[in-house]
């Protein structure tokens, strides 16, 4: 069974950084996408960042200079590190994965940014 496990959330100051983690369990095969989304209360989930065909990255332009997406393919984990955070930055956080029959997420962790 392939389960996505977000962590790192929380609570921040403006300004402040954060890391979060997506660990990726079980069997996955003919991943061209991963990466991540973010749904903020009364809006749309959107993109954050993702890797497709490999080691192509894609930042939306909100966060763009801020946000870092990597990965550790030996631990099977996704990271994103958002620096300078602002309060329009709040949001759930999820990590997707794409393969070419099926797309899996995770169940999102909380990242609030105020003072």
């Known amino acids: 069974q392939v389960q996505l496990v977000e962590s790192g959330g929380g609570l921040v100051q403006p300004g402040g950084s954060l890391g979060l983690s997506c660990v990726v369990s079980?069997?996955?095969?003919?991943?061209?996408?991963m990466g991540w989304y973010r749904q903020a209360p009364g809006k749309q989930r959107e993109l954050v960042a993702t890797?497709?065909?490999?080691?192509?990255?894609n930042y939306a332009d909100s966060v763009k200079g801020r946000f870092t997406i990597s990965r550790d393919n030996a631990k099977n984990t996704l990271y994103l590190q958002m620096n300078s955070l602002k309060p329009e930055d709040t949001a759930v956080y999820y990590c997707?994965?794409?393969?070419?029959?099926?797309?899996?997420w995770g169940q999102g962790t909380q990242v609030t940014v105020s003072s």
């Open positions: 890797f497709t065909n490999g080691d192509i990255t």
């Open positions: 079980g069997s996955i095969f003919g991943i061209y996408a």
């Open positions: 997707k994965v794409v393969t070419f029959t099926k797309v899996y």
